[in-house]
């Protein structure tokens, strides 16, 4: 399969997910210009005009999308309605604190999917195991946050309460955004294991003398691996999703609270920025996913990738 | 393969040998039943009103007059609990009964099409995977408006792509299958193939897909509406109540904590019963 074919799959996402925008939101009843003035504003005729006439709305909306879809190209996601700034600067300034609490969150999510699939050994365990990973699965994860920062801060007083800076403030916000995650990871993961014993390869292994841990570790996780990690890109996205209120529970700046802004206000250039950037970080982490993928299994890089994703969708 | 899922796809009837449930499962159908009544007659499970505030009573703990406590105003928070389960119970069945519905269309609809609009179809339903529903219920918000009924279409619009994808994979197997092919040579009509053979035979894994889909909607609409994107207070649904707690977890836990509690637990009682059902139709393909 060609990186070209890949590439072009990107692109179509990124380029899908601004058209469909672009429509959902010309669609929106309203006048952009009271969005950008706020209802109260008492404004004649004329400058409404000159208003639309400097924003290009008095164009037709072909001109529009092409001239907006020109502006994507040169990474001009357009200007905020109301902030008075720059979409890329707005997303931009509030982009670092998102980022940080997704990447803690992924990273506390694959350490506790692969203690608790570690952990899981014996009837009993295993029970334990997969009724916390029902429990954490099953609740909201805004709720989740809510309990930890009443138990841990309010009550032990051992993380700050609200504060966007430092480390202390930064463990809480991304626990809670982990914990869900953890318990589907390590559900796929410890299903995966399960399967990989009954492979072929797990029986030669075993004959040829390879201890069972070696097994588990070499073998076993390498094939388990590979069922989690297309999972995993998908999560990256529940993560970016969960975000949104778990920057809410803990007052947290980021990008979440721009796009609940941007969404109640009807600022309609950052949600669509933010739709559009939210497209581009989705494809690639499906494509990264999907290039780790041949690395960890071997048996796919013969296969047609067609087939691939037929035997896929057959098997789920 | 084509045996097997011949075999899985022709037995479409209950099997005959009944067993008795396991425990979780019957617990998760009495947590359900609970959740029904709760939702169509709140006033005999509790006495309190969701509405009356008490300023003498504001902010007290658990009692026994007041199981979960009140809140700022001296609202019950049981009363409110218990009121608020009719809104996340409509908002988790009629999401799911128009995504459900919505995607058996489309998915149908792409199985059985000419391979451009198949792949105009699955392209699209691409692209909308790639969102987490999460997000996409917000841009759905963004684009038709806040308020109760939004949330149902945002929901409910955000879960189509994975109903749409199954149903497509599960027509083009099913339109393969023998008897299928014998139908139409048969020259049965093609609208009857598609009532008396494709929908019966998709819908099994659907409704796996949606006993747990609305336990998903449930949560997806709570945290729409903790964002303040649907009801308003002083509405006892879930996701307002758990966003009044929230400014007074210092001093009242118990506001935040029952409701988050009452959505964890009818979302246990959904996933259970999904994972049971999907046993039992696993058990009769095999």
Do not use: C
């Not at chain 1, 309010?154 to 318990?183: D, I, K, R, Y």
């Not at chain 1, 796009?259 to 933010?274: E, N, Q």
């Amino acid at each position: 399969m060609g990186s070209a074919v890949r590439l072009g799959g990107v692109l179509l996402v990124v380029w899908g997910a601004a058209t469909a925008g672009f429509i959902a939101l010309r669609l929106i009843p309203g006048d952009p210009v009271d969005v950008m003035l706020g209802v109260h504003a008492r404004v004649g005729e004329e400058v409404r005009a000159q208003i639309r006439e400097d924003w290009g709305l008095d164009e037709p909306p072909l001109v529009q999308y092409l001239s907006y879809l020109g502006r994507l190209l040169q990474g001009d996601l357009g200007q905020s309605y109301q902030l008075r700034s720059s979409v890329t600067d707005v997303i931009g300034g509030q982009a670092l604190p998102t980022v940080q609490l997704t990447s803690l969150a992924l990273l506390f999510a694959l350490v506790l999917a692969l203690a608790a699939a570690l952990l899981a050994r014996g009837p009993l365990a295993q029970r334990i195991v997969s009724l916390v990973e029902l429990l954490v699965i099953s609740s909201p994860t805004f709720w989740i946050g809510l309990v930890l920062l009443a138990v841990f801060s309010f009550q032990l007083g051992w993380f700050p309460v609200t504060a966007s800076e430092g480390f202390a403030s930064l463990v809480l916000p991304a626990l809670t955004l982990a914990l869900p995650v953890a318990g589907i990871i390590s559900q796929v993961l410890r299903q995966g294991l399960d399967d990989a014993e009954a492979q072929q390869f797990a029986t030669t292994a075993r004959a040829r003398g390879v201890s069972r841990a070696g097994l588990v570790l070499r073998h076993s996780f390498r094939h388990a691996g590979a069922d989690s990690l297309t999972l995993t890109g998908y999560l990256v996205g529940s993560l970016l999703g969960g975000a949104v209120l778990v920057e809410t529970v803990f007052a947290r700046q980021g990008l979440g609270g721009v796009a609940i802004r941007a969404i109640i206000g009807r600022d309609i250039p950052v949600v669509l920025g933010i739709i559009v950037v939210a497209a581009i970080v989705f494809a690639l982490i499906n494509l990264i996913v999907d290039l780790t993928y041949r690395v960890l299994d071997p048996r796919l890089r013969v296969l047609d990738p067609r087939l691939r994703v037929v035997a896929h969708e057959v098997a789920a | 393969m084509s045996k097997e899922i011949d075999a899985g796809v022709v037995a479409a009837r209950p099997s005959s040998g009944r067993r008795v449930p396991p425990a979780g499962v019957l617990a998760a159908a009495l947590m359900l039943a609970l959740l029904v009544l709760a939702a169509l007659f709140p006033w005999l499970v509790t006495a309190a009103s969701p509405l009356q505030t008490d300023a003498t009573a504001a902010l007290q703990g658990p009692s026994a007059a007041h199981p979960f406590g009140t809140d700022q105003s001296g609202r019950d928070v049981f009363a409110r609990v218990i009121y608020g389960a009719r809104y996340s119970l409509a908002v988790g069945l009629g999401a799911t009964a128009l995504a459900l519905g919505a995607g058996l269309i489309i998915g149908i609809t792409a199985g059985l099409a000419p391979r451009f609009l198949d792949g105009a179809l699955s392209r699209t339903i691409d692209v909308l995977m790639a969102f987490p529903e999460f997000l996409l219920a917000l841009v759905v918000i963004a684009v038709i408006g806040t308020g109760e009924v939004s949330i149902v279409f945002a929901v409910a619009l955000a879960a189509i792509p994975a109903y749409a994808r199954v149903a497509r994979i599960q027509t083009m197997v099913v339109s393969r299958a023998g008897y299928v092919r014998a139908a139409r040579s048969l020259g049965v009509h093609p609208f009857a193939v598609v009532a008396r053979h494709i929908i019966p035979n998709t819908l099994g894994p659907l409704r796996v897909m949606a006993t747990i889909g609305v336990g998903t909607a449930i949560v997806s609409a709570a945290g729409l509406s903790f964002l303040g994107l649907g009801p308003q207070p002083p509405t006892p649904e879930w996701g307002v109540i758990l966003s009044e707690g929230r400014n007074f977890l210092a001093t009242a836990w118990w506001i935040a904590v029952f409701p988050g509690l009452a959505i964890t637990a009818a979302v246990v009682a959904l996933s259970t019963l999904g994972r049971y059902l999907r046993l039992r139709s696993a058990g009769r393909e095999s």
